[in-house]
């Protein structure tokens, strides 16, 4: 059973800095991509990051040069480090992986970031 447990969310002022964590248990065969999403308030969910099996990662606009996704396979966690934070980075944001060999997605249950003076 494939399992995904976010942590490292909190208050941080603007300009400020958090790195999240995502711990995966279970196995996910290749070919898959391993994302992070958020959903402010009153907002839909959007794809914030995201990097595949063959090490490619992309970045939502507004995001880019500020935040950092990556992954220590050692220990099965993907990691959001996130720069130069702003207000409108808050939103609870998500792991999820996506495995397209088999057609398997899991979420997990997110971490609330809150970027405020």
């Known amino acids: 059973q494939v399992q995904l447990v976010e942590s490292g969310g909190g208050l941080v002022q603007p300009g400020g800095s958090l790195k999240l964590s995502c711990r995966i248990s279970?196995?996910?065969?290749?070919?898959?991509?391993m994302n992070w999403y958020r959903q402010a308030p009153g907002k839909q969910r959007e794809l914030v990051a995201s990097?595949?099996?063959?090490?490619?990662?992309n970045y939502l606009e507004s995001v880019k040069g500020r935040f950092t996704i990556s992954e220590d396979g050692v220990n099965d966690t993907v990691f959001l480090e996130m720069n130069s934070l702003k207000p409108e980075d808050t939103a609870v944001y998500s792991c999820?992986?996506?495995?397209?060999?088999?057609?398997?997605?899991?979420w997990g249950r997110g971490t609330r970031v809150t970027v405020s003076s």
């Open positions: 999820n992986v996506r495995g397209v060999a088999q057609n398997e997605e899991y």
């Open positions: 279970g196995y996910i065969m290749k070919p898959y991509a």
């Open positions: 990097l595949t099996s063959g090490g490619f990662a």
